[in-house]
């Protein structure tokens, strides 16, 4: 038996963002996303996991917590 490998978790991760990316809804008032300059859920989701470069991930992180 093989364990869980990073290949497939992330492949796991891309496929069920896929799939629920549009459907999910924001849950932060846009005044507030705009006054603190914070992305939104869906991208924070996307970029969490599969940032294009460091400012990405942490514009992400920045808004998860």
């Known amino acids: ?19 629920v990316r549009d ?4 849950t932060l008032p846009g005044v507030l996303l705009a006054e603190r300059g914070l992305v939104g859920l869906r991208d924070a ?3 969490i996991h599969f940032p294009a470069d460091g400012r990405d991930l942490e514009a992400a992180r920045t808004r998860l917590v």
Do not use: D, P
């Open 45 to 47: 989701l996307v970029g």
């Open 1 to 19: 038996m093989t364990g869980v490998g990073q290949h497939w978790l992330r492949r796991l991760v891309h496929e069920t963002l896929a799939a």
């Open 23 to 26: 459907r999910l809804q924001e």
